[in-house]
């Protein structure tokens, strides 16, 4: 019985780390450009700029770029916000 406690107990600790792990670089990169969008629209524009050149996924990369939009929105440049969010 104590065996089987300890194996159960080796599992969760297990399916918990890989749980832990699953997150990407991209979620980092993500919030990190997000946090950035409120406090220093400009600091957020360069580092999304930094974070496309290395996207690979359509979606990321989509997501990237609807951040970069509402930063130049908030900046005031209407015109280059449109243009990123089309």
């Known amino acids: 019985m104590i065996i089987y406690r300890s194996l159960f107990f080796i599992f969760l600790c297990l399916t918990q780390l890989f749980v832990c792990q699953s997150k990407t ?4 990169l993500y919030n990190q450009s997000y946090n950035k969008l409120y406090q220093n629209p400009d600091e957020c524009i360069v580092l999304t700029q930094s974070n496309l050149l290395n996207v690979q996924n359509t979606d ?4 990237l770029q609807q951040i970069m939009g509402q930063a130049y929105m908030m900046k ?4 280059q916000s449109i243009r990123l969010s089309l």
Do not use: I, P, Q
Not at 60 to 63: D, I, K, T, V
Not at 76 to 79: A, K, Q, T
């Open 25 to 28: 670089d991209f979620d980092a």
């Open 60 to 63: 990321n990369f989509l997501s």
């Open 76 to 79: 005031g440049e209407f015109v």
